[in-house]
């Protein structure tokens, strides 16, 4: 079996999956993978089903030694990887030899790299998933982000992966394919995205005047942002609202904006609360949350009105892009 | 009944803005009516203290007659909480969680009891007197939010949050009480401390408590503390 040593952990990589669904009621949130696309695409380019487990690599990436030959890819968020002091390429199938130390440098650009390894990260399913939930301490491995000397397993490779592996059998320590994942077929990462929101269900409670510049000034996220949500500061006072309001906690989505007393914008991630107490001025298009999450503390944000039939209409015509990249990958080692 | 979107993959149905034991009943009532017939399409229906928040994937929600996704929920939701409306809940099952009142355990105790003109013993027996029920389970996995706190013992968040609050506190936050299942930050006073376990994601529920329990606390000794905690 297939086994991955982790030799430098990096600042905060942790094993994820695209989430487990179903257990909110209980207090738990679907978590997973920040970049829940990338991983997915990570997971097709290696073979594996999309919900397969992977890394998540966070801004300062880790050193891994694998014993087997392995097929793996990297997506999102772009980091130094070398083997050897060879660039390793991203979005698109990799084969390393047996033994071969993987290291990952700095992310050039973005916050959030997946690495998926044909086969999948071997961990327990708990609660449906295989995603580390840092909070409550489950999941992923041990519960808790990686460290060095730790060891996990790699699941048996798919036979398309095998053939793939094959196919770019050669001479080095590593072996890309010479097909990508075209920049079409990828989020417009940037520094300074404006993504689209729908208003939230207390988006009245919010005065004329805070209500515009939500929509038109653009807000800078701030250090004290992690995998729980992007903590945004306005340009200027905060956004309030028109009369101070009690409210009863209700249930909040990943990608939904919450404004607390101080008027600084929270956009609530992947290990979001289920229930949140602040008032809900709007939730990001799921289509732009991987914009969302190459954010890293300095990069700004806007928001731009749009409805949630035009929403769900991106999310349709996201998903039918997705399967013919699905479709073109398999071609590749057929 | 309102229903509002909450992005393009959820929307909120707010039964009512108060925390009482009519509206949380609604609430256990339109889960139950939404899970007895769910939509294709229907990931989760999470209740919440006044409301209930439905999470649903618009890519498997079955299209008709070029009706978008959510316009399709809607209906199907308006129509679920009409027979909602005809149904009574069952009663929920009785839970009485050992607590440790005070000292070391509960370090808010003397300060809500000042707040409020009352000794800790009187704050003890009060809150040990009153039956509860969960309106919420969230905040953290396991964390019950616990309706029917006596008016006298309504006390305000604390205005800077606790960055460490020890599991198992037993604490007041405004007009309920909750536990807390791990060690968090936290913003409510704490008057004691249970030694039970209120989350195992191993076990089915894994959750101690749910939604539509009733509660009860029995006060218990520093000594019955320690000891359940070790065995």
Not at chain 1, 181 to 193: E, I, L, Q
Request: net charge positive; hydrophobic share 45%; proline share 8%.
């Amino acid at each position: 079996m297939s086994r991955i040593h982790i030799i430098v952990p990096g600042m905060l990589t942790t094993v994820q999956d695209p989430g487990r669904p179903g257990w909110q009621r209980h207090g738990v949130t679907p978590g997973g993978a920040v970049d829940a696309h990338a991983l997915r695409l990570a997971n097709v380019l290696v073979g594996n089903a999309e919900g397969a487990a992977g890394l998540e690599i966070t801004l300062a990436g880790p050193t891994l030694r694998f014993s087997e030959e392995t097929l793996i890819a990297i997506c999102g968020a772009e980091f130094d990887v070398t083997v050897e002091g060879r660039a390793v390429p991203a979005w698109r199938p990799v084969r390393l030899t047996r033994g071969a130390v993987l290291v990952f440098g700095a992310a050039r650009t973005g916050c959030r790299a997946c690495l998926a390894v044909a086969g999948g990260i071997a961990v327990p399913r708990v609660l449906g998933g295989r995603g580390t939930h840092l909070a409550a301490g489950f999941g992923g491995f041990e519960g808790r982000t990686l460290r060095a000397g730790d060891v996990l397993k790699g699941g048996p490779p798919s036979h398309w992966a095998k053939r793939l592996a094959g196919a770019l059998a050669g001479a080095g320590v590593f072996s890309a394919a010479h097909w990508e994942v075209g920049a079409a077929a990828r989020p417009a990462y940037t520094a300074a995205p404006t993504v689209r929101v729908m208003r939230g269900p207390q988006w009245e409670w919010f005065n004329l005047e805070a209500q515009a510049r939500f929509l038109h000034e653009r807000f800078t996220v701030t250090p004290r942002s992690d995998r729980m949500g992007l903590r945004l500061a306005a340009n200027g006072p905060g956004l309030t609202g028109e009369t101070l309001r009690e409210m009863v906690s209700e249930g909040v989505a990943t990608g939904t904006v919450q404004v607390p007393p101080d008027g600084q914008p929270i956009v609530l991630l992947a290990d979001r609360q289920t229930i949140g107490g602040y008032p809900k001025i709007a939730t990001v298009a799921t289509v732009d949350l991987p914009l969302l999450a190459q954010l890293r503390p300095g990069d700004s944000v806007g928001f731009r009105d749009t409805s949630v039939v035009e929403a769900q209409e991106l999310w349709l015509a996201a998903g039918r892009q997705f399967a013919t990249v699905k479709q073109g990958i398999a071609l590749h080692a057929a | 009944m309102k229903i509002a979107p909450l992005g393009d993959s959820a929307v909120v149905v707010a039964l009512g803005e108060t925390l009482d034991a009519a509206t949380a009943a609604a609430v256990q009532a339109l889960v139950a009516a939404l899970e007895v017939k769910p939509l294709p399409g229907l990931i989760e229906c999470v209740p919440a203290n006044a409301s209930v928040t439905v999470y649903y994937d618009p890519a498997r929600v079955p299209s008709k007659d070029g009706q978008p996704p959510h316009e399709l929920l809607r209906r199907w939701i308006e129509d679920r909480a009409a027979a909602a409306g005809r149904s009574e809940p069952a009663a929920g099952r009785l839970v009485i969680v050992p607590v440790c009142y005070g000292g070391e355990w509960g370090p808010d105790l003397e300060t809500v009891g000042g707040a409020h003109g009352l000794s800790a013993d009187e704050i003890v027996s009060v809150h040990s007197g009153a039956e509860y029920f969960v309106s919420a389970v969230g905040f953290t996995p396991g964390f019950p939010y616990l309706g029917g706190l006596p008016e006298r013992l309504h006390t305000p968040r604390q205005k800077t949050p606790r960055t460490r609050v020890p599991a198992g506190s037993v604490a007041i936050g405004g007009a309920q009480t909750g536990i807390y299942p791990f060690e968090t930050p936290g913003g409510w006073n704490l008057i004691g401390r249970t030694p039970w376990r209120l989350f195992n994601p191993h076990a089915r529920p894994p959750t101690l408590l749910q939604v539509g329990d009733r509660v009860r606390f029995r006060p218990i000794t520093s000594g019955e503390f320690v000891a359940a905690r070790t065995s």
